[in-house]
């Protein structure tokens, strides 16, 4: 820890100390002053939403409650009490039925007639089922009456047969925004047979009771059941899907309770509407209602940062004028880092830090020189390494001898022997005879490869199948280093396809992105572990791919990476029965120095 903090610059240490003497005394008022006030706003807003979420139930609750006493208005009407009292173990004819319906609907238009509900459009709808086919209906819902009557006969089925008592609520459907109270009667005589009431409450009038309270940004309003289903809210999406679980929880309680949703603090408010079963649920941002203590604290932070600016100023320009010495340092050191190894310091009067310039232009002037002695040397042998490797075997008796055999082949009418000769004898001379030239052209590498994957069709047959694309035709007239692409082929050849009992298929796409070329040598092969891929390890990798291409996988990387930077080389993706892909990434090359 000491030794950090004696490596950190001067300038930086008295920037630090200064900043550290101006922040923290006031970082620690300033918490304190947001703790204390934070803690008072939130008290009073949990009392004030407590006021106002009392006032805002017991709107709901009354608009219930007049949705009750309307409802036991309606199945005390005389059509009704006769149905009750009647026999319906005796079937009606079809016209006693008629004029018992109509009977019930003109009483449930003039039950509606003066009704508080009905007059403010708090209910839209009225069904009164004596089964599915047989009910009266009251409807001031603008939608389709089949859809209305659809969601209302729904309704009835579910109910059907279920002991229910008193009112019970039944979420709206996806096509109409009403709320259902449904609440049946059985007959005196016949206790299975029941009438079922069922009353559609618009949503929107239940909306318009807690809509001021909306005016909160990012406030959330519900209105659940005991299962949580959501019955009114803010977001008409939600309407009759379920509440998230974390505000279901706190449906029951009756203080104020604060939960994190989507990252977000909210303050949580719930409480039961007796009258409905149902529980009224708002969500306050946290964040708003602080909103007032940001505003407060919007002076003092001002205050802050306008002290802090003035002693930073300060403290930056006496730091940057006493040690203007290292501006000079880092500009050279970004110089040497580009290749410039001529930057050089200027002399200062100080002792100290004349010194510190003699030294860095010593320095510089030993990397250019280890540099030009030592690297171009390195690569000279590399060179020569590679030219070696491509010429060590040079028997001209051999090409000799394979095109007479070929020519023989060919008079002896079998075209299959001679193209194969042929092909062999175009990949020895391409790998032995190279005339110095470390690139060639893409057709060129790809006739290479051609000629390999030919010879190899021609051993595998069936097995083996393979094919190439180019983008871009153009792209076939960039260089690439020579023998690139042909040994990561035999390497896909040789481990992917020959050990697979199946046939397998090698895919070579050639693109350009950003005027960079990318090549993607794919097989199906049987692939191998993620942790065997060791392209930086020249022993593993030879071991792995012993009596194969003497350049190897290895040594193609390498040389990409010696001729065009080490952002370049090869990418290896293997999967065990799978398959591999192989990318080779490098610069468009367009050939401007190909005898590298």
């Not at 086919?133 to 059907?160: E, G, P």
């Not at 340092?329 to 290749?339: A, C, E, H, S």
């Not at 690439?480 to 070579?508: M, Q, R, S, Y």
């Amino acid at each position: 820890m000491v030794s950090f903090f004696k490596a950190i610059p001067i300038r930086h240490k008295i920037i630090v100390a200064t900043v550290f003497m101006i922040l923290f005394p006031m970082s620690v008022s300033g918490l304190y002053f947001y703790w204390s006030m934070s803690s008072e706003l939130t008290k009073n807003a949990e009392n004030n939403w407590s006021q106002i979420m009392g006032q805002t139930n017991d709107n709901i609750e009354s608009s219930f409650k007049l949705i009750t006493d309307t409802s036991l208005h309606m199945l005390s009407t005389k059509s009704v009490r006769t149905w009750l009292a009647g026999d319906t173990s005796v079937e009606s004819d079809n016209y006693s039925q008629f004029v018992n319906k109509s009977d019930m609907e003109e009483e449930l238009k003039y039950s509606l007639m003066f009704n508080t509900a009905w007059v403010s459009k708090l209910i839209s709808t009225v069904y009164m089922f004596q089964n599915e086919s047989n009910f009266s209906s009251i409807s001031r819902s603008t939608k389709d009456v089949n859809i209305v009557t659809a969601n209302n006969i729904n309704i009835y089925n579910q109910q059907k047969g279920m002991n229910i008592e008193g009112i019970v609520p039944v979420p709206a459907f996806y096509n109409d925004n009403v709320i259902y109270y449904v609440r049946n009667v059985s007959n005196i005589y016949n206790p299975d047979q029941r009438l079922y009431l069922i009353i559609g409450i618009d949503e929107s009038q239940i909306f318009n009771k807690y809509a001021a309270l909306l005016e909160i940004p990012g406030a959330m309003v519900y209105l659940i059941d005991k299962q949580g289903f959501i019955y009114s809210s803010s977001n008409k999406n939600l309407i009759g899907n379920k509440v998230d679980s974390s505000i279901l929880q706190l449906s029951d309680k009756t203080d104020i309770n604060h939960i994190t949703m989507d990252n977000r603090s909210y303050m949580v408010a719930a409480k039961k509407i007796n009258e409905s079963g149902l529980s009224f649920v708002i969500c306050i941002p946290k964040k708003q209602i602080l909103a007032k203590l940001s505003d407060n604290m919007k002076n003092y932070t001002l205050f802050l940062l306008l002290i802090m600016l003035v002693f930073l100023v300060s403290s930056i320009f006496l730091s940057l004028r006493f040690t203007r010495f290292i501006k000079d340092l880092l500009r050279n050191i970004n110089q040497v880092k580009v290749g410039n190894y001529d930057a050089k310091m200027p002399e200062y009067s100080d002792l100290e830090l004349n010194l510190l310039s003699h030294t860095f232009n010593k320095m510089t002037s030993e990397i250019k020189y280890l540099f030009n002695q030592v690297y171009e040397k390195q690569l000279l042998l590399k060179e020569t390494e590679l030219k070696f490797l491509q010429s060590q075997m040079n028997p001209h008796f051999l090409f000799n001898t394979l095109i007479t055999i070929g020519y023989k082949a060919r008079f002896s009418k079998d075209e299959t022997v001679y193209k194969m000769v042929m092909s062999l004898t175009e990949l020895l001379q391409a790998s032995m005879y190279t005339d110095s030239k470390t690139k060639i052209t893409i057709r060129e590498e790809l006739e290479i490869v051609n000629f390999y994957l030919y010879l190899q069709k021609m051993r595998f047959e069936d097995k083996l199948d393979f094919r190439i694309d180019v983008k871009d035709e153009a792209l076939l007239d960039l260089y690439v280093p020579k023998f690139c692409l042909e040994p990561i082929v035999e390497n896909a050849v040789v481990h992917g396809i020959e050990n697979k009992v199946d046939k397998g298929t090698i895919t070579i796409t050639i693109t350009e992105v950003a005027n960079s070329i990318y090549f993607e040598i794919e097989d199906d092969g049987l692939g191998f572990k993620d942790d065997q891929i060791n392209l930086d390890s020249a022993v593993h990798n030879e071991r792995r791919r012993k009596g194969h291409n003497n350049i190897g996988l290895h040594n193609t990387n390498h040389r990409i990476k010696l001729i065009y930077g080490e952002q370049y080389g090869i990418a290896i993706q293997s999967q065990l029965n799978i398959g591999t892909k192989v990318s080779v990434f490098i610069p468009a090359d367009k050939g401007e120095n190909v005898h590298v």
